[in-house]
């Protein structure tokens, strides 16, 4: 059984799925609805989440307060642009440079249509961009596609 984790400390045995998102409400919104579909439910994944990039990135590099940790890498990352410190977009290009971590999935999550945005976020390695919804019906839709295809359909790495 998966849930939703509150802190990078806690003792995961199955795998884990980053989120980086500052905004608690944003979060808040894809937390119920992985909730309301049953994911959380359905899955062997945890969820954590991450509110700057700083801090996530520290996290994955296993530096600073987290030189110690033993954890399992991520099998995806779900990122928002705009973050606090280190954006999404440098985080792309760090993930994507590390010969250890290349290969996790990166997905943007962002209410930025901009189309340099879009092509840059590719450019640096990002696997999907997708436009955050704005209505509850939406979230559902886009959540429930973006966890059919990444975990029925498609094969990650870390299956093989």
């Not at 839709?141 to 359909?153: A, D, G, M, R």
Request: one cysteine or more; aromatic letters at 10%.
């Amino acid at each position: 059984m998966s849930k939703l984790i509150n802190s990078p400390w806690e003792d995961v045995t199955n795998p884990v799925i980053i989120a980086i998102e500052d905004s608690d409400e944003d979060f808040y919104v894809f937390s119920r609805t992985i909730q309301k579909l049953g994911i959380l439910e359905r899955s062997a994944y945890n969820f954590l989440r991450f509110q700057d990039g700083d801090d996530f990135l520290d996290y994955l590099f296993r530096q600073g307060e987290y030189e110690d940790l033993k954890a399992p890498l991520p099998v995806m990352i779900l990122l928002d642009l705009n973050l606090p410190s280190t954006d999404g977009r440098e985080i792309i290009g760090q993930v994507k440079q590390s010969a250890v971590h290349q290969m996790i999935p990166i997905v943007v999550m962002t209410t930025s249509n901009s189309p340099q945005d879009i092509e840059g976020c590719y450019r640096k390695g990002a696997n999907t961009y997708m436009l955050k919804p704005i209505g509850t019906l939406e979230m559902q839709e886009k959540i429930q596609t973006l966890f059919h295809y990444w975990f029925s359909t498609a094969i990650l790495p870390s299956h093989v």
